[in-house]
């Protein structure tokens, strides 16, 4: 495996992969890699004729300095993943390498609307430091590809949304949320959970699957009860909720009666942990 981490070597790599026109795929992390993204990086390669991994935790995206620096680092382990899934090519830049002039006052990229509702108005600030750390890994990269998880929902519908309103040459492939056999999505933040909340944290995904169960068995009738009995349920369990509530799962607005395809989305607190989740569900007359 190559490791990259500086920007001019990856621009002269990427130059070599063009000229042999090579087909790339970007899987982008923050590291501390779980079987999510090695399944991210076992589906890019059925697209691909090589996969670029990138590890940066991108300081732009966290609203606070003490979540930034208690995000687990596990470069080690990383690389030893990496290399056993025969990744081709790492690129693992620090801060300096990718905000050489600090983050005050950097050029930034915002997706308007999106950036600013349910998650973006939890986490004012998270979702442009998102965009624009992935268009900044978009211009030195050049993908091809790019491989994202449909946990992150709100953040995978943002960035579709980015790079067609941008026009960039890159198609955007999203793989279903990979769980443990509990139910609970694999996160690098779970890590994070005591004994007590890992034996909590399954509820939240259970009562999503609930819920949906409950709308669809309802024909789209009682959503708010539904939704209101369901959070009610999780707080009484220990969590603190964010967001639990549903939307059109096209556009995230709030879903009126004509919507067919909705999304059940969640960001809750388990302990000093947030987890979300999400799923999606089609009403059928």
């Known amino acids: ?8 070597l990856l621009e002269k790599k990427i130059k070599e992969l063009k000229k042999k026109k090579k087909v790339i795929g970007l899987v982008p992390t923050m590291g501390n ?27 732009m995206q966290f609203n606070n300095l003490l979540d930034f620096k208690k995000y687990p680092k596990t470069f080690e382990q990383d690389c030893y993943i990496l290399r056993k899934e025969k990744v081709e090519i790492l690129f693992c830049p620090d801060i300096h390498e990718m905000y050489p002039h600090g983050l005050k006052n950097y050029t930034y990229v915002d997706v308007p609307k999106l950036s600013n509702i349910i998650e973006g108005r939890a986490r004012p600030g998270h979702f442009i430091g998102v965009t624009t750390i992935i268009c900044k890994l978009f211009n030195l990269v050049q993908p091809n590809f790019s491989f994202f998880g449909e946990k992150d929902y709100q953040q995978l519908l943002i960035v579709k ?17 990979i769980r443990l056999e509990n139910g609970l999505a694999f996160s690098s933040r779970n890590k994070h959970l005591n004994s007590l909340e890992q034996e909590k944290a399954p509820y939240l995904y259970k009562t999503i699957e609930h ?13 708010p009860k539904t939704i209101n009995i369901s959070r009610q349920y999780l707080i ?36 000093n942990t947030r987890l979300i989740d999400n799923k999606k569900i089609i009403l059928k007359n």
């Not at 495996?1 to 001019?8: L, P, V």
């Not at 607005?253 to 909705?262: A, F, G, L, R, T």
């Open 1 to 8: 495996m190559n490791i990259i981490k500086n920007i001019h």
């Open 33 to 59: 890699l779980h079987n999510g993204h090695i399944k991210l990086i076992l589906l890019a390669k059925k697209y691909v004729d090589i996969v670029i991994v990138s590890i940066f935790i991108n300081p």
């Open 161 to 177: 949304k980015l790079v067609k309103e941008l026009n960039y040459p890159i198609k955007i492939i999203s793989l279903p949320t």
């Open 211 to 223: 819920t949906c169960n409950v709308i669809i068995q309802n024909k789209g009738k009682k959503i």
């Open 236 to 271: 009484k369990k220990g969590f603190y909720i964010d967001i639990f509530d549903v939307y059109n799962s096209k556009t995230l607005n709030p879903i009126s009666k004509e919507n067919k395809s909705i999304i059940i989305l969640a960001s809750v607190w388990l302990g």
